[in-house]
C-alpha cells in the first residue's frame, strides 16, 4: 500500500512562492497518472496541474497557467508543484493523487477531471493573505 504524503505547504504573501512536494508510488511498469488538486472553502475539489504517461503532456487549470509548474523526480519518487505568484484565490487545501491502474489510459486533461485515484494524500494547507 502505497502511501502519499504532501510537504511545502505554508503561508504566504499575494506575490510569493510555494513548492509543494508529494512521495509517489514508484509506478514499476512505467504507466501512471498523477496530479495536484486542491479544494477552497465551500467548494469542490479542482484539477490543479495533472500529467498521464498516455501522451505525456501536462494539464494546467487555466486559473493556474503560467504561474504553476508540475514536475516529476522518477529516481526519487516525487513530485513537485512549484507555485509563484500566488494569489489569495489560491488559498486551500493541496492533495497529491497519483494512479496506476487505469487512469493512466487518459489524457492528461481528463485525469485532472478525475476523482478515482488509487492514491490520494492527506492534504496540506496552502494561506495566500497579505
Known amino acids: 500500500q502505497s502511501q502519499y504524503v504532501e510537504s511545502g505547504g505554508g503561508s504566504v504573501q499575494p506575490g510569493g512562492s510555494l513548492r509543494l512536494s508529494c512521495t509517489t508510488s514508484?509506478?514499476?511498469?512505467?504507466?501512471?497518472?498523477i496530479g495536484w488538486f486542491r479544494q477552497a472553502p465551500g467548494k469542490e475539489r479542482e484539477g490543479v496541474s495533472c500529467?498521464?504517461?498516455?501522451?505525456?503532456?501536462?494539464f494546467y487549470s487555466d486559473s493556474v497557467k503560467g504561474r504553476f509548474t508540475i514536475s516529476r523526480d522518477s529516481a526519487k519518487n516525487i513530485m513537485y508543484l512549484q507555485m509563484n505568484s500566488l494569489q489569495p484565490e489560491d488559498t486551500g487545501v493541496y492533495y497529491c493523487?497519483?494512479?496506476?491502474?487505469?487512469?493512466?489510459?487518459?489524457?492528461?486533461?481528463?485525469?485532472?477531471?478525475?476523482?478515482?485515484?488509487?492514491?490520494w494524500g492527506q492534504g496540506t494547507q496552502v494561506t495566500v493573505s497579505s
Open positions: 493523487a497519483g494512479d496506476e491502474s487505469h487512469l493512466h489510459r487518459k489524457s492528461a486533461r481528463d485525469v485532472c477531471g478525475s476523482v478515482d485515484f488509487d492514491y
Open positions: 514508484p509506478f514499476t511498469f512505467g504507466y501512471y497518472a
Open positions: 500529467i498521464s504517461s498516455s501522451d505525456g503532456l501536462t
